[in-house]
């Protein structure tokens, strides 16, 4: 019953997002669109979307090498594929699949390898800090200026101009603030023990030991110079996957790198919402970005559905086929022993 709920209200919240992005769009001319587009590179963007998926699992098995284990790199492929396949089934169950798959090709315990892609995500939350933090400084004027836009509209206040400064201030003031209330509970033990019996806040500091501890893990690899070269290529491969497809549609053909680093970073954003493959919030978050680029809301969305259309389409069709070549490596594995026994 706990899952059919998830799935219900993940389903309904997923439902309801397309509503509203899409209840004032007409989708006779987006399918127009569609049916105009390059097509071309819609394959060169689902190639790297492969690579960066491949690329996943070879930088995986990285991680479950000191385990005393070592999986090929075909089947931590199909596992991580069919791991993104579920997700656009169930969320949140892409890992426990990957992990299961892994499993029922190479009899890695679950118990191991789902330790690996707590410690990987780690890394790649970091990556996305970073690239949150790069965005936003090279990005400053024209972000500072829609926030500050969106706060003036709703409080009140001076002109455009006091606005980015204002912008800036309150977040050096609050990274301030950040770091000294971080460093008094570093340094008060008594303090620290009673803000982790408060549920919320133990949970966080939690996680952040946890984030600290995933990332000294780095340590333990025979390679940790390959590891980081590889998370970084993963994350230019992603930016790759959303870039190219800006030259389908003429309205984005003339959009610059840096408008492609906002969309890889707000929707990577979007695609944590909890809803099967980030659908609805994707849309929502990534179409109205595209706005301070000088996109209409409705050439935004276009983009937003485009984009993430192809990637769900390849995934649906590339997870589709791990999942039966799972099926088949299974099939195999039993008939092997059935051919032996028929034999003796």
Same mark, same amino acid.
């Not at 995500?121 to 970091?126: E, S």
């Not at 201030?169 to 340094?187: H, M, P, Q």
């Given at each position: 019953m706990?899952?059919?709920?998830?799935? &219900?209200?993940?389903?309904?919240?997923?439902?309801?997002? +397309?509503?509203?992005?899409?209840?004032?769009?007409?989708?006779?001319?987006?399918?127009? *669109?569609? $049916?105009?587009?390059?097509?071309?590179?819609?394959?060169?963007?689902?190639?790297?979307l492969?690579?960066?998926?491949?690329? *996943?699992?070879? @930088?995986?098995?990285?991680?479950?090498? !000191?385990?005393?284990?070592? !999986?090929?790199?075909?089947?931590?492929?199909?596992?991580?594929? &069919?791991?993104?396949?579920?997700?656009?089934?169930?969320?949140?169950?892409?890992?426990?699949?990957?992990?299961?798959?892994?499993?029922?090709?190479? @009899?890695?315990?679950?118990?191991?390898?789902?330790?690996t892609?707590?410690?990987? *995500?780690?890394?790649?939350? =970091?990556?996305?800090?970073?690239?949150?933090?790069?965005?936003?400084? +090279?990005?400053?004027? *024209?972000?500072?200026?829609?926030f500050?836009?969106?706060?003036?509209?709703?409080?009140?206040?001076?002109?455009?101009?006091?606005?980015?400064?204002?912008l800036?201030?309150?977040?050096?003031?609050?990274? =301030?603030?950040?770091?000294?209330?971080?460093?008094?509970?570093?340094?008060n033990?008594?303090?620290?023990?009673?803000?982790?019996? %408060?549920?919320?806040?133990?949970?966080?500091?939690?996680?952040?030991?946890?984030?600290?501890?995933? +990332?000294?893990?780095?340590?333990?690899?025979?390679?940790?110079?390959?590891?980081?070269?590889?998370?970084?290529?993963?994350?230019? =491969?992603?930016?790759?996957?959303s870039?190219?497809?800006?030259?389908?549609? !003429?309205? &984005?053909? %003339?959009?610059?790198?840096?408008?492609g680093?906002?969309?890889?970073?707000?929707?990577?954003?979007?695609? &944590?919402?909890?809803?099967?493959?980030?659908?609805?919030?994707?849309?929502? +978050?990534?179409? %109205?970005?595209?706005?301070?680029?000088?996109?209409?809301?409705?050439?935004?969305?276009?983009?937003?559905?485009?984009?993430?259309? $192809?990637?769900?389409?390849?995934?649906?069709?590339?997870?589709?086929?791990?999942?039966?070549?799972?099926?088949?490596? %299974?099939?195999?594995?039993?008939?092997? !022993?059935?051919?032996?026994?028929?034999?003796?």
């Open positions: 706990k899952n059919i709920l998830r799935y &219900t209200i993940s389903l309904a919240l997923a439902g309801g997002l +397309l509503w509203f992005v899409f209840k004032d769009i007409n989708l006779n001319e987006m399918l127009d *669109r569609f $049916a105009q587009s390059d097509w071309r590179w819609i394959a060169v963007s689902c190639f790297f492969l690579c960066a998926h491949v690329t *996943r699992a070879w @930088r995986w098995g990285m991680l479950i090498e !000191p385990l005393e284990h070592k !999986p090929g790199i075909v089947n931590a492929s199909v596992s991580v594929l &069919t791991g993104y396949f579920a997700n656009y089934i169930v969320p949140r169950m892409g890992e426990v699949t990957r992990c299961g798959t892994l499993y029922r090709l190479e @009899r890695i315990p679950v118990s191991l390898s789902f330790g892609v707590v410690a990987e *995500r780690i890394f790649d939350v =970091l990556i996305l800090l970073i690239m949150i933090g790069l965005n936003f400084i +090279l990005e400053f004027d *024209r972000l500072s200026t829609f500050s836009d969106f706060f003036q509209s709703k409080v009140g206040g001076g002109g455009g101009g006091s606005g980015s400064g204002m800036l201030g309150i977040l050096l003031a609050g990274l =301030l603030a950040v770091a000294v209330v971080g460093i008094i509970i570093l340094k033990a008594s303090l620290r023990n009673k803000l982790q019996q %408060n549920a919320i806040i133990g949970k966080i500091i939690d996680f952040a030991k946890g984030m600290l501890d995933g +990332l000294l893990s780095v340590r333990k690899l025979r390679n940790p110079g390959l590891f980081i070269f590889s998370t970084i290529l993963i994350w230019v =491969l992603y930016y790759l996957v870039y190219v497809l800006f030259f389908c549609i !003429p309205e &984005t053909s %003339n959009l610059g790198p840096l408008a680093l906002t969309l890889l970073v707000v929707g990577a954003i979007g695609m &944590t919402a909890p809803t099967q493959g980030g659908i609805g919030a994707y849309h929502l +978050l990534v179409g %109205n970005v595209m706005v301070l680029y000088g996109l209409s809301q409705n050439d935004g969305i276009t983009l937003a559905t485009f984009i993430h259309g $192809a990637q769900m389409l390849f995934m649906l069709v590339i997870g589709a086929l791990a999942f039966l070549y799972v099926l088949m490596q %299974n099939k195999k594995a039993v008939a092997e !022993p059935e051919q032996v026994s028929a034999a003796n």
